[in-house]
T-cell receptor, first 114, second 117 residues
Framework: GQSLEQPSEVTAVEGAIVQINCTYQ??????LSWYQQHDGGAPTFLSY????GLEETGRFSSFLSRSDSYGYLLLQELQMKDSASYFC???????????????FGGGTRVLVKP | GAVVSQHPSWVICKSGTSVKIECRSL??????MFWYRQFPKQSLMLMAT?????????EQGVEKDKFLINHASLTLSTLTVTSAHPEDSSFYIC?????????????FGPGTRLTVL
């Protein structure tokens, strides 16, 4: 089975940096993904790490340590529009296939204040 | 990526009625689609994997006879909530998985908010 742990809520001010940690326990592993979801909306893909290290995409970066079963999403230069829920997710397979299921963490609600 | 639509975006129904939700992949032929359910302020819970031309695969604890899934074509999967009850009120979201150069992603539909009175 799979389990993912992430903080339930984080509050920060505009311009700040927020790090959302995600630890996971999985029977198989093929990458850690991050999704953003605004209230009432659909989740949208942010990043994906299959190998150890840091992936940077604009203001958002994602890190993975497979040996520690740990990853994080880093949100820099926070903006009001970044207020949303952020989910980490793992794919429970060693084979790369589109039909592989994702298991999502509980989500972290990020509230950005002026 | 993939553009995914859902219809309806919201529905209110009486207890005991059945509700059909459509998920369409508008620009990609999807042999697999996923159906999720999300309660307020909670995570996405996978309900089932919809497979084109074959039976859906349900997650543990999801009643097959209550949540009927049909994947009749490469662009359409439907979820029918049969004999809906207030506890079935939730946000239902479908997704289409793709393998892309940067990694594999799931592209989500906008969701359907079901309220059962």
């Amino acid at each position: 089975g799979q389990s993912l742990e992430q903080p339930s809520e984080v509050t920060a001010v505009e311009g700040a940096i927020v790090q959302i940690n995600c630890t996971y326990q999985t029977s198989g592993f093929y990458g850690l993904s991050w999704y953003q979801q605004h209230d009432g909306g659909a989740p949208t893909f942010l990043s994906y790490n299959a190998l150890d290290g840091l992936e940077e995409t604009g203001r958002f970066s994602s890190f993975l340590s497979r040996s520690d079963s740990y990853g994080y999403l880093l949100l820099q230069e926070l903006q009001m529009k970044d207020s949303a829920s952020y989910f980490c997710a793992v794919r429970d397979a060693m084979i790369k296939a589109a039909g592989n299921k994702l298991t999502f963490g509980g989500g972290t609600r990020v509230l950005v204040k002026p | 990526g993939a553009v995914v639509s859902q219809h309806p975006s919201w529905v209110i129904c009486k207890s005991g009625t059945s509700v059909k939700i459509e998920c369409r992949s508008l620009d990609f032929q999807a042999t697999t689609m996923f159906w999720y359910r999300q309660f307020p302020k909670q995570s996405l819970m996978l309900m089932a994997t919809s497979n084109e031309g074959s039976k859906a695969t349900y997650e543990q604890g999801v009643e097959k006879d209550k949540f009927l899934i049909n994947h009749a074509s490469l662009t359409l999967s439907t979820l029918t909530v049969t004999s809906a009850h207030p506890e079935d009120s939730s946000f239902y979201i479908c997704s289409v998985p793709l393998i892309l150069p940067g990694g594999d992603e799931q592209f989500f539909g906008p969701g359907t908010r079901l309220t059962v009175l």
